[in-house]
């Protein structure tokens, strides 16, 4: 409740603020403005398990959003010109900063709260097992969270569990309702492995002479999830395993967000794109694109565009990858493919709809068929478009893969980012790639 209303409420205080200060009055424009502002902003982010550091990032990433929203629209509509330009320059200052504050204060407070013994969630674990045990460690690691794991149920012996990590082993599965009633339990996670339903269902008909709340944690949670959640399917239950993030009004913001920018970029370069291209056919003989096939959406073949770097084009059953010193790579093309302005033609491949600005980089076909072989949850990666820059890419997996274990680190920050999903986080790496195109050694 704390986190909903955090952004929202901070952020409206901070403009009536800024409108005292300057001596404005606080009238039904401010009233207008706040109404949006909440609408903007509410249900407020989650960032209580963040690290500080990563608490002011997305903060000052979802106050740029909002703030481009709100300035498009009320230059737009010159709804804007009914606020002094004092107010609006302080507050666009203000904001974050009095978020930032509300967050940090926030922490502290709850955090102490959370300690106290009266505040706390007496919590059981059915289930000693590493589905069990990671549930513990949660709990222990996240203070906010104010739950008191008292330990595990399990009707396995003491000297067969290896894993109580500190916790008691309070008891065999048959006594669990007892305890419940005699210790003032709150919630129960169950983490029995789904071989043992008939054991499960038998124990949830003993609970519910209980008062205590019930969650199952079942093994299948012990995979690598993507997109993991709960939905119903004509009003049948149930659980997603793998799933695209860009479903519902997810999937129109990704493809708004895209064709927006990707437009207003390909107007602004435009001057640049017609030098380049002048550029490379003046210092080599072909074409002036380059046309490779990748693997799109769901696996489905597409053809991606760039500015044509080397002297031969590779797209058969065998592409080799770039490397450096590479005797195909013209020294125009070399200009481009370190400063990554080779990838430019493909912002017309984010406006038909094949690839999105921010997502994982698409690989040759060919390379596809040999990694899916050898890397597990290779293609998961294709749930989503391919993007012209990545989250693989800002972490320092840009350029050649000459080892499989390159190659599996760059999925890994691609599946991470499938399943962190968010529109701050398009924005953030589209800030660092700008950052990293500068700096990066591995692009040549």
């Known amino acids: 409740m704390v986190e909903m209303f955090l952004d929202p409420l901070s952020l409206i205080l901070s403009l009536i603020a800024c409108a005292l200060y300057f001596g404005d009055t606080v009238d039904a424009r401010y009233v207008v403005l706040s109404l949006v502002v909440f609408s903007l902003s509410f ?3 989650s960032l209580l398990s963040m690290r500080p550091r990563r608490v002011v990032r997305q903060c000052v990433i979802n106050w740029m959003l909002i703030a481009f929203i709100l300035l498009f629209f009320g230059y737009a509509s010159q709804y804007i010109e009914n606020f002094p330009i004092d107010v609006v320059v302080a507050w666009l200052v203000a904001a974050p900063a009095t978020q930032l504050v509300a967050h940090f204060t926030a922490r502290a407070y709850l955090k102490r709260s959370a300690a106290q013994v009266e505040n706390q969630t007496r919590v059981i674990i059915v289930g000693c097992n590493d589905i069990g045990v990671q549930l513990a460690e949660q709990f222990a690691f996240n203070p906010f969270l104010g739950i008191h794991c008292l330990g595990y149920f399990d009707d396995r012996s003491p000297e067969r569990i290896t894993q109580l990590n500190g916790h008691a082993l309070l008891g065999r599965l ?33 609970l519910k002479d209980t008062t205590a709340s019930v969650f199952f944690a079942p093994d299948i949670f012990l995979t690598d999830l993507i997109q993991g959640r709960m939905d119903y399917v004509a009003g049948v239950p149930v659980v997603a395993v793998c799933d695209t993030p860009f479903t519902g009004i997810n999937g129109l913001v990704k493809r708004g967000s895209d064709m927006l920018l990707s437009c207003l970029i390909l107007v602004l370069i435009s001057p640049l794109l ?55 790579i013209t020294q125009f093309g070399g200009f481009l493919r370190r400063t990554s302005l080779d990838e430019l033609p493909q912002f017309i491949n984010v406006v038909q709809g ?13 390379h596809n068929e040999t990694y899916r072989k050898l890397i597990k949850g290779y293609m998961v990666r294709h749930k989503v478009k391919p993007g012209i820059t990545g989250w693989a890419q800002v972490n320092g997996y840009r350029g050649e893969t000459e080892t499989v274990d390159k190659m ?20 953030w790496i589209i800030v660092k790639t700008v950052a990293v195109v500068f700096k990066d050694r591995n692009a040549y």
């Open 354 to 366: 094949r690839m999105s600005i921010v997502g994982p980089r698409p690989h040759a076909v060919a």
């Open 408 to 427: 599996q680190k760059r999925i890994e920050f691609d599946l991470e980012y499938l399943r962190n999903w968010s529109i701050g986080l398009d924005l």
């Open 174 to 206: 048959s006594e669990l309702a007892a305890y419940v009633k005699a210790h003032r339990i709150d919630q129960i996670y169950l983490a029995l492995p789904m071989a043992s339903q008939p054991r499960i269902l038998a124990l949830l008909d003993d």
């Open 274 to 328: 017609l030098g380049i291209a002048i550029g490379v056919k003046m210092t080599s003989p072909g074409p002036v694109l380059f046309r490779q096939r990748r693997y799109g959406l769901d696996g489905r073949e597409i053809v991606v565009y760039k500015f044509r770097s080397m002297t031969v084009q590779d797209d058969g059953a065998v592409v080799k990858q770039a490397t450096r010193n590479d005797q195909r």
């Open 43 to 45: 249900p407020g982010s």
